[in-house]
């Protein structure tokens, strides 16, 4: 049997393993949940919903242990690992009831014409899901699903294969047998499982692997929901708060390290405040420390693994190397680590300007862009 090893990003440790699922073995995961199907689909959404609160409680209770875990796989600060595993406990209570009543037969009336609406569970869901929030991202798909009448099969990053593991442990204590199953590996996994008889597909990745699911779903009309990568560009006008808009775009852009789907990628600010604005951006980026989950003392951990700092760090020296300018960072950066930075007289040519960092997420900001395109800033 083959073995999937995880590693501590801050420090290259073997934290644990996690058996990678055979190719030949997941056409009967997929049997397995299409036979479960059945029986789950006849549960009301009130019993769908209590054995979900129950599973949210256990996640709650059991936090800390579940936030060192995700924190040491994943490499962020233990607070932000901890506090995720929360949320996911506090979503599930606040959003199921919601769910409920979204799911609910609907009435429709029309000149005396009376018709009733139900929703019914698509079948087996393939749920596919990134790393930057091991948890929270493959919960938000998760969920939906189970609640819908839906069985899953969930096919985790294989850089987080342990806190994925546990989270699908927590709800199984509380579902029935076989609605959801977890399969781990990489790209192999995931084609296989998509190419299955499954009847629904959510991703959370990049746009190339999004492209071929699209591909692959067309052929038998797989009903299919992607969040795919971007370039989100932050608009920072004359008359803000520039207080308020450099500690947004600070937050929003270093958050995780910079590995997030929704992190401020680009910063296009109004020439008249772009100096201030530039400057409030670097002190507060000085104010960033860095270091390993454990660090009581850090506001952003390592990346995620080798490949994806020596992206971020290509690309830094790509546009230093291009006349950009390091105000802050830039150079020196620790091993596993990119040091804050911040970037000017960046252009349009750069990739920093039109590639996304993160490969699914990281922060790189290319703001500051003037009517005139005289100043660009950046900054990772």
Not at 217 to 236: C, F, M, N, S, T
Request: net charge negative; proline share 5%; charged share 20%.
């Amino acid at each position: 049997m083959k073995i999937l090893h995880s590693f501590n990003p801050a420090t290259g440790e073997d934290i644990g393993t996690a058996p990678v699922t055979a190719i030949d073995d997941i056409a009967g995961v997929v049997s397995c949940a299409q036979s479960a199907l059945g029986a789950w689909r006849t549960v009301s959404l009130k019993d769908r919903a209590a054995m979900l609160k129950q599973a949210a409680d256990k996640l709650i209770e059991n936090s800390v242990s579940l936030g060192e875990l995700l924190s040491k796989e994943m490499g962020k600060p233990l607070a932000r690992g901890k506090g995720e595993v929360n949320h996911c406990g506090d979503w599930i209570h606040s959003k199921v009831d919601e769910m409920q009543l979204a799911l609910q037969p609907e009435i429709l009336a029309d000149e005396g014409t009376e018709s009733t609406l139900f929703f019914d569970p698509f079948g087996v869901a393939a749920i596919i899901s990134p790393w930057n929030y091991p948890m929270s991202m493959p919960q938000w798909m998760v969920i939906p699903s189970l609640m819908a009448g839906n069985t899953v099969v969930l096919k985790p990053s294989e850089e987080t294969p342990l806190i994925a593991q546990a989270y699908v442990d927590c709800l199984n204590e509380f579902l029935p047998e076989n609605v959801l199953q977890i399969i781990h590996g990489a790209e192999e996994q995931g084609k296989t499982l998509v190419s299955s008889d499954v009847q629904f597909i959510a991703f959370t990745g990049s746009r190339s692997v999004g492209k071929h699911i699209l591909k692959s779903a067309a052929d038998k009309l797989k009903r299919v929901v992607l969040e795919l990568g971007g370039k989100d560009p932050l608009i920072v006008l004359a008359d803000a708060d520039i207080d308020a808009a450099a500690s947004y775009a600070v937050g929003s852009g270093f958050e995780n390290a910079g590995q997030m789907c929704v992190s401020v990628e680009r910063i296009y600010c109004a020439e008249e405040i772009a100096d201030e604005f530039e400057t409030k951006v670097a002190e507060l980026v000085r104010k960033i420390n860095i270091g390993p989950w454990d660090d009581p003392q850090a506001a952003m951990g390592p990346m995620i693994n080798q490949r994806q700092r020596d992206h971020v760090i290509g690309q830094i020296d790509e546009a230093l190397d291009s006349g950009a300018h390091a105000i802050c960072g830039g150079s020196d950066h620790p091993e596993r680590f990119v040091k804050p930075t911040v970037l000017v007289n960046v252009t349009d040519d750069m990739s920093v300007m039109k590639e996304e960092t993160f490969f699914g997420a990281a922060w790189m900001a290319n703001g500051c862009f003037t009517s005139r395109g005289s100043k660009a800033f950046f900054s990772y």
